[in-house]
T-cell receptor, first 114, second 115 residues
């Protein structure tokens, strides 16, 4: 079975500081990996995805993530946090053989302090 | 382009009552998903449709939950009877196809509170 673990249910950073949200995956086959963002009272929005092409994936709003097979990680980063980045972030995994069935982590709530 | 539409946005019911949620996917999207998101957790897939056919409903509690997608467009998710543990946000999503390569677009969800 595949799964993801997000380390840290709450992360707090200052505006302008580096954002680092951690995600480790478990998958018996090469995975597809995703980061989604959820703003209050809204649905999830795709930030970026890894589909076995380049290991460094760039997404929207200045976010990027690096797939590291040796560490089974797919951490999300942004060089400089903005107040508008405050939201909940979810890492998700899928595999080609299961089609679009996504397994989500429990989420990380990001707070950005002025 | 309009996104995924869900209604109602909020619903409060007493336990043992029935409830239904409606979803209108993005036009042209053949694949439709229903997820349940418990407080403080990530979404969990309940059922996935490819056109009118439910292709993945292994996580749907079939004793009380049912879903349909008539004509391969709109979908309805029903709970009867509702239990306290069903309180959650029910998210609908759609995508062009079932391949993992296709992005899933999520609606805003229906927040259900069972008292």
């Amino acid at each position: 079975a595949q799964s993801v673990t997000q380390l840290g249910s709450h992360v707090s950073v200052s505006e302008g500081a580096l954002v680092l949200l951690r995600c480790n995956y478990s998958s018996s086959v090469p995975p597809y990996l995703f980061w989604y963002v959820q703003y209050p009272n809204q649905g999830l929005q795709l930030l970026l995805k890894y589909t076995s092409a380049a290991t460094l994936v760039k997404g929207i709003n200045g976010f990027e993530a690096e797939f590291k097979k040796s560490e089974t990680s797919f951490h999300l980063t942004k060089p400089s946090a903005h107040m508008s980045d405050a939201a909940e972030y979810f890492c998700a995994v899928s595999k080609e053989t299961s089609g679009s069935r996504l397994t989500f982590g429990e989420g990380t709530q990001l707070t950005v302090n002025p | 382009e309009a996104g995924v539409v869900q209604s109602p946005r909020y619903k409060i019911i007493e336990k043992k009552q029935p409830v239904a949620f409606w979803c209108n996917p993005i036009s042209g999207h053949n694949t439709l998903y229903w997820y349940r998101q418990n407080l403080g957790q990530g979404p969990e897939l309940l059922i996935r449709y490819e056109n009118e056919e439910a292709v993945d409903d292994s996580q749907l509690p079939k004793d009380r939950f049912s879903a349909e997608r008539l004509k391969g467009v709109d979908s309805t998710l029903k709970i009867q009877p509702a239990e306290l543990g069903d309180s959650a946000v029910y998210l609908c999503a759609s995508s062009l196809g079932v391949s993992v390569a296709y992005e899933q677009y999520f609606g805003p969800g229906t927040r259900l509170t069972v008292t």
